[in-house]
């Protein structure tokens, strides 16, 4: 209430435009006339819901599973052809409201729970349509957020409510009498199923919204709809970027006040990643050098960024917030899904079929994570940050290998799916078995890289012959492989037989003889 009075009789007038007001009896309950003020309309209609409750009071309420899995189907092309349109021109709307909220029109306490501010495909669509209408498209990810004179910035989109995009698009609806349900309800914006976990530093938004536009194509081919919650959109920016903070309102001197003027950090991640069962991490650019943002470190033990440093590999993996969000979904045994773009899908498809040493660059491309080099875009996130990671088990110590070896886990198995889609009769000798091999077992699979490891041999017996030095190679690496599973029994012919051959090929002196002399003697 206190915040309502608040506001300016304009945006009073707005807000109450998605106010319901319903008579005291709850078995009589009947819609009470009020003045709509963006819409003009003057009654809100009889419920039609099954319970006889109304659309609005109804969605809030906790939906049962079977409600959640009817609400997530995939049924309606036409469907989402419509919400894509109506995402359209509730954004156009949204561009067109030239009123400037002088706080939020919502307090935190009465907004739109973070989990439920899920964006469907259809949604994402249209706000791919919407900015490329606009030449915003290939704009980095902190321009769209809030480039000065762009028009249709997020912070200039959500200026007339001080809310994530969002919640905007639901006000948006309400405002211009759209029905509710097929924006809350189905089409637009839900219960979010996905994490967008990503990095803004270099990052277009054309390349993010292709991503994960080729993502939910693979994955809603199971029939489940995918709601994404992207912090770009799902979280109030305006309230980030501290556009309503007001240096004479401190924490000390005006609590309420200064907590209405920041976003509500404490919980917004935490409820988006509570909702979500999948994690969608986008791990660009795979390979490369680029400079490093002068942003500080999530350590202030690390001291400051050297200028000019440069740093490698996917830039998720040098944030501190991507690093968090990866190692909270995983400890919630969220699925985790890789996103790449199709450059660095063939980059990461070549190495493994033609680079002999491919599985050596997976482990040095992850080799390079380490939360302690980890930057943030604003040191305020730093308490936040290492006061969720000590809840996590294992730590700040622990961070790094659940990650690593997350990863390192994804790229064995798309390793081994493209294993499987190459022809028998090709594979047994081939590079990208014996990559997929050597990764599955740095990763710890032992048991599955020494299925693949005899394959390999054998084919190997077969194209060149017992005595081959690439057979001898193949021989040595699968009797190590179960020497570490401590598999003896198995381990101890294989080792006899390439010392045999090695005696026989290349002497008694020679370096690998001496190895194969030293293996033997460890198993015995």
């Given at each position: 209430?206190?915040?309502?009075?608040?506001?300016?009789?304009?945006?009073?007038?707005?807000?109450?435009?998605?106010?319901?007001?319903?008579e005291?009896?709850?078995?009589?309950?009947?819609?009470i006339?009020?003045?709509?003020?963006?819409?003009?309309?003057?009654?809100?209609?009889?419920?039609?819901?099954?319970t006889?409750?109304?659309?609005?009071?109804?969605?809030?309420?906790?939906?049962?599973?079977?409600?959640?899995?009817?609400?997530?189907?995939?049924?309606?092309?036409?469907?989402?052809?419509?919400?894509?349109?109506?995402?359209?021109?509730?954004?156009?709307?949204?561009?067109?409201?030239?009123?400037?909220?002088?706080?939020?029109?919502?307090?935190?306490?009465?907004?739109?729970?973070?989990?439920?501010?899920?964006?469907?495909?259809?949604?994402?669509?249209?706000?791919?349509?919407?900015?490329e209408?606009?030449?915003?498209?290939?704009?980095?990810?902190?321009?769209?957020?809030?480039?000065?004179?762009?028009?249709?910035?997020?912070c200039?989109?959500?200026?007339?409510?001080?809310?994530?995009?969002?919640?905007?698009?639901?006000?948006?609806?309400e405002?211009?009498?759209?029905?509710?349900?097929?924006?809350?309800?189905?089409?637009?914006?839900?219960?979010?199923?996905?994490?967008?976990?990503?990095?803004?530093?270099?990052?277009?938004?054309?390349?993010?919204?292709?991503?994960?536009?080729?993502?939910?194509?693979?994955?809603e081919a199971d029939?489940?709809?995918?709601f994404?919650?992207?912090?770009?959109?799902?979280?109030?920016?305006?309230?980030?970027?501290?556009?309503?903070r007001?240096?004479?309102?401190?924490?000390?001197?005006?609590?309420?006040?200064?907590?209405?003027?920041?976003?509500?950090?404490?919980?917004?991640?935490?409820?988006?990643?509570?909702?979500?069962?999948?994690?969608?991490?986008?791990?660009?650019?795979?390979?490369?050098?680029?400079?490093?943002?002068?942003?500080?470190?999530?350590?202030?033990?690390?001291?400051?960024?050297?200028?000019g440093?440069v740093?490698?590999?996917?830039?998720?993996?040098?944030?501190?917030?991507?690093?968090?969000?990866?190692?909270?979904?995983?400890?919630?045994?969220?699925?985790?899904?890789?996103?790449?773009?199709?450059?660095?899908?063939?980059?990461?498809?070549?190495?493994l079929?033609?680079?002999?040493?491919?599985?050596?660059?997976?482990?040095?491309?992850?080799?390079?994570?380490?939360?302690?080099?980890?930057?943030?875009?604003?040191?305020e996130?730093r308490?936040?940050?290492?006061?969720?990671?000590?809840?996590?088990?294992?730590?700040?110590?622990?961070?790094?290998?659940?990650?690593?070896?997350?990863?390192?886990?994804?790229?064995?198995?798309?390793?081994?799916?493209?294993?499987g889609?190459?022809?028998?009769?090709?594979?047994?000798?081939?590079?990208?078995?014996?990559?997929?091999?050597?990764?599955?077992?740095?990763?710890?699979?032992?048991?599955?890289?020494?299925?693949?490891?005899?394959?390999?041999?054998?084919?190997?017996?077969?194209?060149?012959?017992?005595?081959?030095?690439?057979?001898?190679?193949?021989?040595?690496?699968?009797?190590?492989?179960?020497?570490?599973?401590?598999?003896?029994?198995?381990?101890?012919?294989?080792?006899?037989?390439?010392?045999?051959?090695?005696?026989e090929?290349?002497?008694?002196?020679?370096?690998?003889?001496?190895?194969?002399?030293?293996?033997?003697?460890?198993?015995?």
């Amino acid at each position: 209430k206190k915040a309502l009075e608040s506001l300016p009789e304009a945006a009073r007038a707005e807000l109450m435009a998605a106010t319901f007001v319903f008579e005291a009896s709850p078995a009589e309950a009947k819609p009470i006339e009020v003045q709509m003020g963006c819409s003009g309309s003057k009654v809100r209609p009889e419920p039609t819901t099954p319970t006889g409750k109304p659309p609005f009071i109804q969605d809030l309420e906790s939906p049962s599973l079977a409600e959640v899995n009817e609400r997530h189907s995939v049924k309606d092309p036409a469907g989402s052809v419509d919400a894509e349109a109506l995402t359209l021109r509730l954004l156009s709307s949204l561009k067109a409201d030239g009123e400037r909220a002088a706080l939020p029109v919502i307090a935190h306490a009465e907004r739109r729970p973070s989990g439920r501010r899920g964006l469907s495909r259809a949604a994402l669509r249209g706000l791919r349509t919407f900015f490329e209408q606009h030449g915003a498209l290939d704009k980095v990810m902190g321009d769209v957020c809030k480039a000065p004179g762009l028009a249709v910035s997020v912070c200039e989109l959500t200026k007339s409510t001080g809310l994530s995009l969002a919640e905007s698009l639901v006000l948006a609806a309400e405002a211009a009498g759209e029905d509710e349900r097929s924006l809350v309800g189905q089409a637009t914006v839900s219960e979010a199923t996905s994490f967008f976990s990503y990095s803004w530093t270099g990052t277009k938004l054309r390349d993010m919204l292709d991503a994960v536009e080729r993502a939910l194509s693979n994955l809603e081919a199971d029939g489940r709809a995918r709601f994404v919650w992207i912090d770009m959109f799902c979280a109030s920016q305006p309230l980030l970027a501290g556009l309503f903070r007001d240096p004479a309102i401190t924490k000390e001197s005006d609590p309420e006040g200064y907590l209405a003027r920041k976003e509500d950090t404490d919980r917004i991640f935490d409820d988006a990643i509570d909702a979500v069962g999948e994690i969608l991490f986008y791990m660009e650019p795979l390979a490369g050098a680029w400079a490093a943002p002068p942003h500080p470190f999530l350590l202030a033990e690390q001291g400051e960024p050297a200028a000019g440093w440069v740093r490698h590999g996917p830039a998720a993996l040098t944030r501190a917030w991507c690093i968090f969000e990866l190692a909270k979904a995983l400890a919630k045994k969220c699925t985790l899904h890789v996103l790449l773009s199709p450059e660095s899908v063939g980059l990461f498809e070549d190495k493994l079929r033609h680079d002999g040493g491919g599985w050596k660059w997976v482990g040095e491309l992850l080799g390079g994570i380490d939360v302690k080099l980890a930057q943030i875009s604003k040191v305020e996130d730093r308490e936040y940050i290492l006061g969720e990671v000590g809840k996590l088990e294992g730590g700040m110590g622990a961070i790094n290998s659940t990650v690593m070896g997350a990863l390192r886990g994804w790229m064995a198995t798309e390793g081994k799916a493209m294993l499987g889609a190459m022809p028998s009769a090709e594979r047994g000798t081939s590079t990208l078995l014996s990559n997929v091999a050597n990764m599955l077992e740095n990763g710890g699979r032992l048991d599955e890289g020494a299925e693949l490891k005899r394959e390999y041999l054998a084919a190997r017996r077969s194209q060149y012959g017992p005595r081959h030095p690439n057979t001898l190679v193949a021989l040595g690496s699968l009797a190590v492989n179960l020497f570490n599973q401590r598999k003896y029994a198995e381990a101890e012919p294989l080792f006899r037989e390439s010392l045999e051959a090695s005696r026989e090929v290349s002497g008694n002196d020679d370096e690998h003889t001496q190895i194969d002399v030293g293996n033997l003697g460890e198993v015995l």
